[in-house]
Each structure stands twice: as C-alpha cells, then as structure tokens.
C-alpha cells in the first residue's frame, strides 16, 4: 500500500479497494516508517469498504493495529443507511482520560509525601486486571442499573462528586439510550464489582507537574497553571465493556453470516444501525460509556479523599476537574449538514472554539483535548481547531504504540525500564508486569502532537511532567 502526501503531515492511501472511500492519515514524516510495520494500513483500507461509510476514514497519527478497525482511527458511518460496528468502537468502551488540577504545587510533595499519596490513593482505588472493590466498600443505594443509565450523575448524587465535575465531562457524563436489558448476564456479573478500580494494561492514575504553559490564555481558562500539580485518571468500563463488545462482536458475525452482507473482517463485524442487532449494540455500548464515566467519577472522589488524608480536608475540596473525555466511543454527530455514527477508537473529540457540541465553560476556547504521553514522559493538554473538521473533530489521544505488548516483554529489559522511569516514583505490584506499558514501547510523544497542531487539528496548551504514576498489574 502507498502513502501519497497532499499536505503538511496529510496523506491519502492509494491502492485501497475499488468499493473504498478516500482514507487519510495525519503522521509527522518521522512516523512514517511505522506505518508500514503492522497492519494497520490494511485495516484502514478494509474499514473503508463498509456498507454506509462517508469517507474520509482517518488514522491520527498514534495509529497502530487494533482487532479490526486500528487504534487511532476514526470511520463515520450515514446515520439512516449505514452500519455500526463494535469492534470500530473497541474493546475498552469510553476508555478515556480525566484531568484534575489540585491546588497543590510541586514544593508540597517533597519528601516522603509524593509516595504516602501514592500510597494513599492505591489504597483506595483497587488496581490490577481483575481486581474488584470488596463488600464493604458498596455506595449504600446504587446500584448497576443507575450506573447505566446516569452515568457520572449516579455519583454525583450520591455524594462522589459534584456538579462541577458533570459540566467539565464529555456529554456531561451521561450518552442517552443505555439500556441494561441490551447488556448480556456474564457482563453484568463481571463488572457490578469493578466500579471504581482502575484495572491493567495502560491504565493509571499519574501524578503530574504543569511544566510548560504554551497558552497562557486558554490554560487559565481550563485552571491550569505552570508548576501546579494535576492527577490524571486513565481507564474505561472495566470487564463490564469488554465484555459487551465481546458478545456483540459474536452477534453481529452469526447475524452477518446469516443474512449478509459478507464483512471483510471479523473484528469489523458489524450490524444496520437500525436492525435489531444493532439497536441492543447501541444501548448496550451506551451503557458501558455510562459506566466508564461512573467509574472515573468514582476514582475521581477517592483521589480527593486520599489528598485529604495527606493535605487536609480544605485541600481536597479545591481538587477541581480540567475535563474528562473518552477516547473508544460511537455517537451520533452533525458533520457538514449530515447525520452521522462516528466511530473513534483511539482517539478523542476535539472541538474548536464556538462549536456548539462544547459544554458552556469551554464554548469560546473549545474543549480540553487530553493526551497522555507514555509512562515517563510528558503528556499534554491540546485545545481543537478548525482544521478538526477535516477529521470529524477528532484528535490523537494518546502516544500510540511502536511495540506490541509480546515485543516489548521480549524486547525491554528490566533495568532499561527502571532507567528510563529515573525520577518518577512508580507503585506498582511487579517491575516484569510493566515491560509491556514501557516508554520504549510508545511512540515519541512530541512527534504525535506535533504532528495533530501543525496539521491545524489541535492547539498546545500546556505540558504535564509526570512525577508518580500507579500501576496495575496484568
């Protein structure tokens, strides 16, 4: 497959398939090589093909292969006569990155205090692949089912948050249409017990210092200033999601099977928006997003609970969210005068200023576009542009990977890990668990958002210098 250059860090694929629509890339020219090193231009290329895709079909620039349609990619589909696909959205429904400023700065955490906060929180948010939060730790009156449907507001009103932290969420916390029946008995039981851990893989909570203002405008307007300390939460819907996208992978490939159209990949497996299987896929994915938004909402109150055990109450209560955005979601968006299903996988919303799909606060900047970096490196706060519309107002969200999980066990040894983690305190279960979320397994992260601001999709606002991160085991 060929990459043809029609602007700065803009690429169009030839060679896709007859039937295709245009398929573009956004990559910085040192990111180029690495296109071609998995399958991601394949699966672009057979994403392209599916019943009801308005192109482009988009890879940002922290592409890499994913089960069916990459991380990093973006395919729209027609509202009325197209498709949706779980395995488009992925496996970890509403994966997504919270930001919280606290008011502390750097001087606060010396000593042994950075690592008695680590501690403190690690305490409160269980973290591991299946880790489960014990009995005792129940929120007396909710329960799954409004989880589901309000999402964040479940917590909120059950005194986990407040009405701050729904304003500065991505739909406010809460996408309509989630419906528990829609969601399978196995995946229910799987994660009624997960709500409020953080899991494995890449997830964590960082602890962070602000050590570049490039907007000093728009990084006052989001809260952030230079040298403040900020806690990032990244995770998802837990098994609870997984799971979902699991079953309905398996649905919409016997229902495919039965009554056609063929798919050109199973991971792609995909069912009409307006089928039957398609409408139980949608409520059940709505209900993973509200979920995933709860389960940020609920690390998010034990974050503020552990800086209270260590700072005092007075500066638990100043610990104010930036924003929360997800980054593996399917929602119905108005692009160009046209309904559309966008499928982001891999990548986050970015809205410029004056668009009127940003919550009020953000609607004269746009909305906090947040990317994290790899464990040990720099992760940044981006603000959308216009040049977003080019991309269904979608940006990078993360460094993406340059290892896959096998090469990086195979390939990073214990002692260049520790080396290249020098500075930043780590809580974890076991250093060999780690290898695999490594920063040599991860793109370079300058190049991936320079690449999204010089392509006119986002804006710097400001750099996050990681000082301790929490880590789950696999």
Do not use: W
Request: glycine share 12%; net charge positive.
């Amino acid at each position: 497959m060929e990459l043809e250059r029609i602007g700065t860090h803009r690429y169009r694929l030839r060679s896709a398939p007859a039937s295709a629509v245009e398929i573009m890339l956004f990559l910085h020219p040192d990111l180029l090589a690495g296109a071609y090193r998995d399958e991601s231009l394949a699966q672009l290329s057979r994403a392209a093909t599916l019943p009801g895709v308005v192109g482009p079909v988009i890879g940002l620039p922290d592409l890499h292969q994913g089960y069916g349609l990459p991380i990093g990619g973006v395919l729209a589909t027609d509202a009325k006569q197209g498709v949706v696909s779980s395995g488009a959205v992925g496996m970890d429904i509403n994966c997504g990155v919270r930001l919280l400023q606290t008011g502390l700065t750097r001087s606060d955490l010396g000593g042994t205090v950075l690592r008695d906060l680590l501690d403190a929180i690690r305490q409160l948010v269980p973290a591991g692949v299946g880790r489960k939060r014990g009995a005792q730790d129940a929120v007396p009156g909710l329960n799954l089912r409004q989880v589901v449907v309000d999402g964040a507001a479940a917590l909120v009103e059950a005194d986990l948050g407040t009405k701050e932290d729904l304003e500065r969420t991505e739909e406010y916390g809460k996408v309509p249409g989630a419906d528990l029946q829609a969601v399978g008995s196995k995946a229910r039981e799987r994660g009624e017990p997960q709500l409020g851990t953080l899991g494995g893989g890449n997830h964590f909570i960082e602890i962070q210092e602000v050590d570049k203002v490039l907007d000093h405008a728009v990084a006052e307007h989001f809260g952030i200033r230079h040298g403040g300390v900020t806690v990032m939460i990244h995770t998802g819907s837990r098994a609870f999601g997984h799971q979902v996208c699991t079953d309905y992978i398996r649905e919409f490939h016997e229902a495919g099977r039965r009554k056609g159209p063929p798919c050109p990949d199973r991971g792609l497996a995909f069912a009409p928006i307006d089928s039957p299987e398609g409408r139980r896929y949608l409520a059940a994915m709505a209900s993973s997003v509200n979920y995933a938004f709860a389960n940020r909402q609920f690390i998010t109150a034990m974050v503020r609970k552990a800086i209270g055990k260590i700072f005092g109450r007075a500066v638990s209560t100043g610990v104010r969210q930036v924003y929360d955005v997800a980054h593996n979601i399917g929602k119905f968006e108005e692009h160009a005068g046209r309904r559309l299903l966008v499928h982001r996988k891999g990548a986050t919303r970015s809205l410029p200023p004056g668009h009127p799909g940003n919550p009020p606060a953000f609607r004269s900047t746009g909305h906090p576009v947040i990317v994290p970096g790899s464990m040990g490196t720099a992760s940044y706060v981006l603000v959308g542009m216009d040049g977003s519309r080019d991309t269904f107002h979608s940006a990078c969200h993360g460094a993406g990977r340059v290892r896959s999980r096998s090469a990086a066990e195979r390939e990073i040894g214990v002692e260049q890990f520790l080396r290249s983690m020098d500075g930043v305190e780590i809580s974890y279960a076991k250093v060999r668990d780690l290898l695999d979320e490594a920063p040599a397994a991860y793109k370079d992260i300058e190049l991936v958002t320079d690449t999204v601001v010089e392509a006119g999709i986002a804006r710097k606002v400001a750099r996050l210098k990681p000082l301790g991160v929490i880590k789950g085991s696999d």
